[in-house]
């Protein structure tokens, strides 16, 4: 039967910075995952800071728990500064992020926002429409001014995950191709059930996202973990010069540009579930709305070809991450990011990886505990 020190659940950014982490610390470590539905994977590479306003319109009861964590996003898009000099360049770009506002009451709300953003310690700034000419020269003549979030920025997600999966594998850790059905407490530690046969580990971390909530049925907690299935697009190269990552004070958007010259639209527009097994369907009406909007704000990306458009799942729980033990069941950690989950994997990866190591995680995990979930 197959053993590890710790075994991690789930392959995407926050389960192999986990992995990674506990390696270095010389323990022996396998990671086991589906391969399904994977957010990092589909992800587009924004590093979110500021509180979006997509967010705050879907889920107005979570906005308290996402304001309070705005230093951990900072923290976060920090980390990745860290992670893309190790890497060897994930090409990173850190220019501020613009939220966009078309009317006097769209600059009304990202003013308030901004004065909560700064309360707490973000580097958040006002701008008109004379500041934004000039960083911002290719947005339509409709913007009147924007918050500039000078913590956020992008990066290159897919050569991001290879990297760090080179690092995984450079560093002994074992993957399995595999879904775990199950947890068990045993007098040696943690049983997982899958199809293949019982895995067996001292501890367990479980970062498999939308799916980890599942996991944890059974011991004391109901942590509401759901897939949110959202779109995004790609275009071909462009002449445009788009150094922020871009969004809108009303609209759902996300607009950034890779080294590459190819612009990324997404932002939270709708997908079609189909269950944990199939990937989201693309709906055509998000197509056309997502893109029409970019071509909106951004005219001179209004002539690119989209090359390719795809669905990804999102994962939401209650504004805030969840990192920590399971109550009375203390070898199964839990490490999943609140929203904006590819900002934060690797420093929720590395918190829960700490606290398998019964190290100091740099954050004080009561704040993120999944103990708030207790039935």
Known sequence: MARADVLVIGGGVTGTLAAITLADAGASVTIIDAGVNAGSDANAGSLHVQMQSRFMRLYPDQVPNVEASLPF?????????????????????????????????????????????????????????????????????????????????????????????????????????????????????????????????????????WGAGRLADGFGVSIPTRAEPLHMNITEPGAPSINHLVQHAERSITLKQFGSGQIVIGGGWPATYRGPTQPPLVRPSSLLGNV????????????????????????????????????????????????????????????????????????????????????
Not at 347 to 363: D, E, K, P
């Open 292 to 375: 029409a909007l970019a071509a909106k704000l951004a005219p001179a990306i209004s002539g690119l070809k989209v090359i390719r458009t795809w669905a990804g799942m999102n994962t939401t729980i209650d504004g805030a991450s969840v990192i920590g033990a399971l109550p009375g069941a203390e070898r199964i950690i839990m490490a999943i990011p609140g929203d904006a989950g590819y900002t934060l994997g690797p420093m929720v990866g590395q918190m829960a990886a700490s606290i398998a190591l019964g190290a100091q995680t740099g954050f004080d995990p009561e704040r993120f505990t999944p103990a708030r979930f207790a039935v």
């Open 73 to 209: 996003y900072r923290a976060a898009a920090e980390e990745w500064v860290r992670l893309d000099a190790v890497l060897g360049g994930v090409e990173l770009v850190r220019n501020g992020g613009l939220m966009l506002a078309e009317t006097p009451d769209q600059l009304a709300f990202l003013e308030h926002k901004a004065d909560r953003e700064a309360a707490q310690g973000l580097s958040v700034e006002i701008l008109d429409r004379r500041a934004l000419d000039q960083i911002a020269p290719w947005l339509g003549p409709h913007i009147i001014g924007a918050e500039l979030c000078r913590d956020e920025g992008k990066l290159n997600p897919l050569l991001a995950n290879r990297l760090l999966r080179g690092r995984a594998d450079a560093a002994g850790i074992t993957r399995i191709n595999g879904k775990v059905d199950g947890l068990a407490l045993t007098a040696r530690g943690v049983e997982a059930t899958t199809a293949e046969g019982p895995l067996q580990a001292d501890q367990v971390i479980v970062a498999a996202a």
